[in-house]
């Protein structure tokens, strides 16, 4: 995985100036763009909560607001389930209710890393 450095200074000295403010925005539309074709569609929330915001002095951040983006980035541990209402765990296909499961964890994703990684060698075009 790539890491991309930001010259801070540079970019505040670039100001709000409409061509290169422009670009940015096209830029950081790209890579949300990328990230959403790349991220897992279960329900879709996650990839609908991919967007991009514009920060007060320069610049846009790529935001993914769906409350369990960072367990679909980062990936989870192995880890217990218990019932939080009822007595015992059920879904459909199981058969018969438990009293606790064992959640094997979550591989990460890593997706927006790799979109913002595409968008630096300017493969972001899905």
Known sequence: MG???LNQKVINSLGSWGPVDRDMR???DRVASAARGRGPIDTGEYVSSIGVERLPRHGYRITASAAHAAY???GTRPHEIRPRVKKALWWEGAPHPVARVWHPGTTATHNMAE???LGAR???HT
């Open 3 to 5: 890491r991309v450095s």
């Open 26 to 28: 096209r830029r950081a």
């Open 72 to 74: 679909v980035e980062f």
């Open 115 to 117: 979109a913002l990684e």
């Open 122 to 124: 300017g493969r972001t």
